[in-house]
């Protein structure tokens, strides 16, 4: 039996394990973290099969000039960082264009079908139901003119036959009656679904993995090297062989790669989530994402998280609570807010690619080795689908969607 070990125990990292373990083969897992403790910890919760428009598009492009110039909530950048990675910045933005984003929308859409498909799975076995919400997508828009912009996506959304239900105010209100403001129009993802605790996700997930005989060393792992024919993989104070190894380090993926010679084209956009109370009960409700607003927030009984739109700087570079605290002022006018549940504001790096597209697959320079990392804003809704894929590539078998824009060997690396 093949023995493969996964570096990076992140949705992403938990999802190719629990794939891999459930076809037989030997799999360890390891990261000096609880597992789902990272970026995973805390996201928006969406789970969905229609998150198809990349940052970079072309309509990025023409509001440049405002995101760079006006201060906005959901947008902030670091001077320093964008001087200091300006290629990968320039590169990011070279793909802003239309030809790219029809063709990410559409292996996007075939990607998280098929991880949506598979979550609900997990979630069946793994008897998480009463930590989902159902329907779990809603974006709102306040006026005519926002809702205008979004038919451009709408139109992105309808060409990969992505479902979806447009609200007029009183059926937002209807569906959601604790919301104070009264949205002009809501886009309702009737398919997808919300979790409500992305850790206890993991965590469940992960249980399962040890249960079917999964390995877990809760160590860093320092470097790994291939010798022999075999994958040595240095721990803090011993080594292991492995016959495969699989990347799945989301933001670190970079600086862990570097060791062995890659340049990977990965930046991290940056996000921040509060917790607060709530001074009245207040239902629970699918993630609502405020487009004018730039922020996404949920509501679970008397608890609401909300989460910020992008920062782009250093991984390592100190908090910044401004756009967080201008949001939540933003959020204090829709639902009636109480108590901070979080001392201060939770931070996570999306690790994002140049393209916008996760890379999945074997790695160009190296025998045995494999990534999955890059998920950005939709790791969590492409984590499962990434294991079945990837499972399928180790396997050498056909996979069932095309991968082809996936692909480590899309870049020079
Ligand atoms: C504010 C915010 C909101 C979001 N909302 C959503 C959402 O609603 N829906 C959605 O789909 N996505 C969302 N995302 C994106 C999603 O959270 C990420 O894409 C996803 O969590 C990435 O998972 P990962 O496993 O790749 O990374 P991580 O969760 O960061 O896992 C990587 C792991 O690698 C480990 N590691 C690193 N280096 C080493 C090493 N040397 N040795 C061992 N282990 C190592 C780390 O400890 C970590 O545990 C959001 C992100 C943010 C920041």
Not at 262 to 279: C, D, M, N, V
Not at 309 to 333: C, H, M, P, Y
Not at 335 to 362: C, E, Q, V, Y
Request: glycine residues 6%; positive net charge.
């Amino acid at each position: 039996m093949k023995k493969i070990v996964i570096i990076g125990a992140g949705i992403v990292g938990i999802c190719t394990a629990v794939e891999l373990i459930n076809r037989g083969f030997s799999v360890t897992v390891i990261d000096p973290h609880e597992p789902g403790s990272q970026t995973s910890y805390g996201n928006a919760g969406v789970l969905t099969d229609t998150s198809l428009m990349i940052i970079n598009n072309p309509q990025l492009l023409k509001s440049l000039f405002s995101l760079i110039f006006k201060k906005n909530t959901s947008f902030r950048y670091s001077k320093l960082f964008v001087f200091s990675r300006l290629s990968w910045v320039i590169n990011f933005l070279m793909f802003s264009k239309r030809k790219h984003m029809e063709i990410a929308a559409k292996v996007l859409r075939e990607l998280q079908v098929l991880s949506l498909k598979t979550h609900k799975k997990l979630i069946n076995k793994t008897k998480s139901n009463n930590n989902i919400v159902s329907p779990g997508w809603l974006k709102v828009f306040k006026t005519p003119l926002s809702f205008e912009k979004y038919t451009y996506e709408l139109n992105i959304l309808d060409k990969n036959k992505a479902e979806y239900t447009v609200l007029n105010t009183a059926e937002i209100k209807k569906l959601f009656p604790d919301l104070q403001f009264k949205y002009y129009k809501g886009v309702l993802f009737k398919n997808s679904l919300r979790v409500k605790s992305p850790i206890e996700l993991s965590r469940t997930y992960f249980k399962n993995f040890i249960k079917s005989g999964g390995n877990f060393y809760k160590e860093i792992c320092k470097d790994i090297k291939f010798i022999n024919g075999n994958w040595t993989v240095f721990l803090d104070k011993n080594k292991k062989i492995f016959d495969e190894v699989i990347i799945c380090t989301g933001p670190w993926s970079k600086d862990f790669l570097s060791n062995l010679g890659y340049k990977i084209p990965l930046a991290w956009e940056r996000g921040y989530h509060h917790q607060f109370s709530t001074k009245k009960d207040i239902d629970i409700s699918p993630a609502i994402h405020d487009v004018d607003g730039g922020f996404v927030f949920s509501c679970n009984k008397n608890k609401v998280r909300i989460t910020s739109g992008v920062e782009l700087n250093f991984r390592k570079a100190a908090s910044n609570d401004e756009q967080i605290n201008d949001v939540v002022k933003k959020l204090k006018t829709i639902l009636p807010l109480k108590n901070k549940l979080t001392k201060t504001p939770w931070l996570g790096s999306r690790p994002t690619i140049a393209d916008s597209l996760p890379i999945i697959g074997k790695a160009p320079k190296h025998k045995n080795l494999w990534f999955n990392f890059g998920h950005n804003h939709i790791g969590l809704s492409t984590s499962a689908g990434s294991g079945v894929v990837l499972a399928d590539m180790i396997q050498n078998k056909k996979t069932s969607i095309n991968i082809d824009p996936f692909l480590p060997n899309r870049f020079i690396l």
